[in-house]
């Protein structure tokens, strides 16, 4: 018997639970990338990129192709491309909302001062 989807979804969002991993399908929504080209945008060893690359090609988000000595990846489907989009999206108003709240904060009167 298969796994229910709640429980998919989630071995899917925790292989998206690392920022080097995010940051590497950030990349690839814009192009194919060399392992070279991604080395200092990601900004980690390159045995650390290797085993993000291999979390990734493991559960179908990317594929690999080599071209001479050169590793090239893509993503596997363009709606990565569009999660990641939908999470900025989410993530804009989330912090939209704490700003609100910050600056609501800081306007009012203090708690331990009496109003001017």
């Known amino acids: 018997m298969s796994a229910p ?7 899917f969002f925790k292989t998206l639970g690392h920022p080097a991993r995010i940051r590497v399908l950030e990349l690839l929504s814009e192009r194919e990338h060399a392992v070279a080209e991604m080395l200092p945008e990601v900004g980690i060893e ?20 080599k071209e001479g000595p050169a590793v090239y ?21 989330v912090l939209a909302g704490q700003q609100e709240l910050l600056a609501s904060l800081q306007s009012g009167p203090h708690p331990t001062q009496p109003p001017a």
Do not use: D, F, W
């Not at 989807?5 to 071995?11: D, I, N, S, V």
């Not at 650390?48 to 990317?62: E, G």
């Not at 489907?77 to 993530?91: K, Y």
């Open 5 to 11: 989807l709640y429980q998919m979804k989630a071995e």
């Open 73 to 93: 990846y893509a993503l596997t489907s363009p709606q990565i491309a569009e999660l990641l989009r939908v999470a900025r999206t989410i993530l804009s108003g």
């Open 46 to 65: 390159p045995a650390h990129l290797s085993q993000q690359l291999a979390i990734l090609r493991r559960a179908n988000l990317v594929a690999s192709r």
